[in-house]
């Protein structure tokens, strides 16, 4: 009977508490400067990237597997956007192909909108009549099939036939560096700002600002915070995320005392209500020490806790500027379950495999250049832990698996099973025989699952889906 997978792990490498490690790290541009902007993940297996190169005004796609290896490249004339919204230079639409923002009109003032299919091609460039922006611009799809743009301080909302819709302007000297779309159907932008402007008291908050915006293009309200001694070009939200209740994590890089006191750049989590009023908040920063920025997306943790990733950015009077590669895990509680710092660099976004584990792009680290350095991806996770004598005692088949599974006992004695998630929350108990046994897993929801034996100290990785 054929295994699909079999994997032996020790239930404790999957604890809150202990750190991943690199599993494989590719570089795909030794030449030039250039950095991971963004990174999607299209299926289990497949990943696109799309990269800016800020030197010689080109752009590159790349589809990768979740091993890193190359399934295509596609090298462009024009550039995407490459030091805003590190995350959201490229999107999937409905209609499962790729956008991206460019500079590939005849007029050198509009922006282009890409259209690309499955293989790199490039289907359709649209000129839209809208002043183009290099520095901060963001795009993402929309749930009516349309796409939903940003330059510096203005929203313009396209319909399927990328046909404006409307367009929203805040203050000029705001600048929005990330759009999201809410269960609502409404929008959230954020990104460097003060709201009511006219109100001097506010501009004390800080400036961390996001708006959110209904479907017609109105602005329902309105926020910033911060650190009151913040500079404000060095303090803005980079991403932001909405929890399953309904409430906001944002993450804001600020150069501000936030509580620690420190005058390093640091990444402050911010959580919000639903009216944008703050409700917690964790400052990043491992042992009081390098302080951080982040430009990836917040991933979502199926116990509550969320992942990011952060590249250091701290100076002291004895020392240089050191960017470092950096994945943080906090708790459903905001604190710190671990802190794991790989090499020097830049992350520019993550996503999460189908495994549980994290794929990070960026570059690596220039001193002569902020942001630059060599394209590169690396594989975040825990490595499985093989046992020869262990294979023929225990195994589970079909993985994955929708409605049941069955696990073959060859001890010589039966055996207790435990069901854990990847939070190590005990799912599910049965006592099972020495031969084959059927488990009903059909009320479990889809992810990543572990089958332990604790009297034979066996654990096999499974996922439901």
Same mark, same amino acid.
């Given at each position: @009977?054929?295994?699909?997978?079999?994997?032996?792990?020790?239930?404790?490498?999957?604890?809150?508490s202990t750190p991943p490690s690199i599993l494989w790290e590719q570089t795909y541009a030794?030449?030039?400067?250039?950095?991971?902007?963004?990174?999607?993940?299209?299926?289990?297996?497949?990943?696109?990237?799309?990269? %800016?190169?800020?030197?010689?005004?080109?752009?590159?796609?790349?589809?990768?597997?979740?091993e890193g290896e190359l399934i295509w490249e596609q090298n462009l004339i024009s550039s995407?956007?490459?030091?805003?919204?590190?995350?959201?230079?490229?999107?999937?639409?409905?209609?499962?192909?790729?956008?991206?923002?460019?500079?590939?009109?005849?007029?050198?003032?509009?922006?282009?909108? &890409?259209?690309?299919?499955?293989? %790199?091609?490039?289907?359709?460039?649209?000129?839209?009549?809208?002043?183009?922006?290099?520095?901060?611009?963001?795009?993402?799809?929309?749930?009516?099939?349309? #796409?939903?743009?940003?330059?510096?301080?203005?929203?313009?909302?396209?319909?399927?036939?990328?046909?404006?819709?409307?367009?929203?302007? *805040?203050?000029?000297?705001?600048?929005?560096?990330? #759009?999201?779309?809410?269960?609502?159907?409404?929008?959230?932008?954020?990104?460097?700002?003060?709201?009511?402007?006219?109100?001097?008291?506010?501009?004390?908050?800080?400036?961390?600002?996001?708006v959110k915006i209904d479907t017609n293009g109105n602005i329902l309200w309105e926020k910033?915070?911060?650190?009151?001694?913040?500079?404000?070009?060095?303090?803005?939200?980079?991403?932001?995320?909405?929890?399953?209740?309904?409430?906001?994590? #944002?993450?804001?890089?600020?150069?501000?005392?936030?509580?620690?006191?420190?005058?390093?750049?640091?990444?402050?989590?911010?959580?919000?209500?639903?009216?944008?009023?703050?409700?917690?908040?964790?400052?990043?920063?491992?042992?009081?020490?390098?302080? %951080?920025?982040?430009?990836?997306?917040?991933? #979502?943790?199926?116990?509550?806790?969320?992942? *990011?990733?952060?590249?250091?950015?701290?100076?002291?009077?004895?020392?240089?500027?050191?960017?470092?590669?950096?994945?943080?895990?906090?708790?459903?509680?905001?604190?710190?379950?671990?802190?794991?710092?790989?090499?020097?660099?830049?992350?520019?976004?993550?996503?999460?495999?189908?495994?549980?584990?994290?794929?990070?792009?960026?570059?690596?680290?220039?001193?002569?250049?902020?942001?630059?350095?060599?394209?590169?991806? @690396?594989?975040?996770?825990?490595?499985?832990?093989?046992?020869?004598?262990?294979?023929?005692? @225990?195994?589970?088949?079909?993985?994955?698996? &929708?409605?049941?599974?069955?696990?073959?006992?060859?001890?010589?004695?039966?055996?207790?099973? *435990?069901?854990?998630?990847?939070?190590? &929350?005990?799912?599910?108990?049965?006592?099972?025989?020495?031969?084959?046994?059927?488990?009903?897993?059909?009320? /479990?929801?889809?992810?990543?699952?572990?089958?332990?034996?604790?009297?034979?100290?066996?654990? /096999?990785?499974?996922?439901?889906?």
């Open positions: @009977m054929k295994i699909l997978f079999l994997f032996l792990f020790s239930i404790f490498m999957f604890s809150q030794d030449e030039g400067l250039r950095g991971g902007t963004s990174l999607l993940r299209v299926n289990n297996n497949e990943f696109v990237l799309a990269s %800016g190169n800020s030197n010689n005004n080109s752009s590159t796609l790349i589809k990768l597997d979740t995407l956007n490459y030091f805003g919204a590190s995350n959201q230079n490229i999107t999937r639409g409905q209609d499962n192909l790729y956008y991206t923002l460019a500079n590939n009109c005849e007029n050198s003032q509009q922006i282009s909108i &890409q259209q690309f299919d499955d293989n %790199g091609s490039l289907l359709e460039n649209w000129c839209l009549p809208i002043d183009y922006l290099f520095y901060y611009s963001c795009i993402i799809s929309t749930n009516d099939g349309g #796409l939903l743009i940003s330059l510096q301080h203005t929203l313009t909302k396209l319909n399927a036939q990328k046909e404006i819709q409307w367009t929203v302007e *805040v203050h000029p000297d705001n600048t929005f560096t990330n #759009l999201l779309q809410t269960s609502d159907g409404h929008f959230l932008a954020v990104g460097s700002g003060y709201a009511n402007r006219d109100e001097t008291e506010e501009n004390l908050l800080g400036s961390c600002y996001f910033n915070f911060g650190a009151v001694n913040a500079f404000s070009n060095q303090e803005y939200i980079s991403t932001a995320i909405e929890l399953p209740n309904g409430n906001y994590l #944002l993450s804001c890089s600020t150069s501000g005392e936030v509580n620690n006191g420190n005058s390093c750049i640091n990444v402050w989590m911010v959580t919000t209500d639903t009216n944008g009023n703050i409700v917690n908040n964790l400052t990043l920063t491992p042992n009081g020490t390098n302080g %951080g920025t982040t430009y990836s997306k917040i991933i #979502l943790e199926p116990d509550g806790g969320y992942v *990011v990733g952060v590249f250091s950015n701290c100076q002291s009077p004895e020392s240089n500027i050191v960017y470092t590669f950096r994945l943080i895990k906090a708790t459903a509680n905001n604190t710190i379950a671990w802190d794991v710092s790989f090499t020097d660099g830049i992350i520019h976004d993550i996503e999460r495999t189908s495994e549980g584990d994290y794929i990070a792009v960026g570059s690596d680290f220039n001193p002569s250049v902020f942001g630059s350095g060599s394209l590169k991806a @690396m594989k975040i996770g825990w490595e499985p832990l093989s046992t020869p004598s262990f294979e023929n005692s @225990m195994s589970l088949y079909p993985n994955p698996a &929708q409605d049941f599974i069955t696990i073959k006992n060859n001890f010589s004695e039966n055996q207790t099973v *435990v069901i854990y998630n990847v939070a190590g &929350q005990t799912i599910m108990k049965q006592e099972i025989n020495q031969n084959e046994n059927r488990l009903n897993i059909a009320q /479990l929801a889809n992810g990543i699952y572990f089958v332990h034996l604790p009297e034979s100290k066996t654990t /096999l990785k499974w996922i439901k889906g």
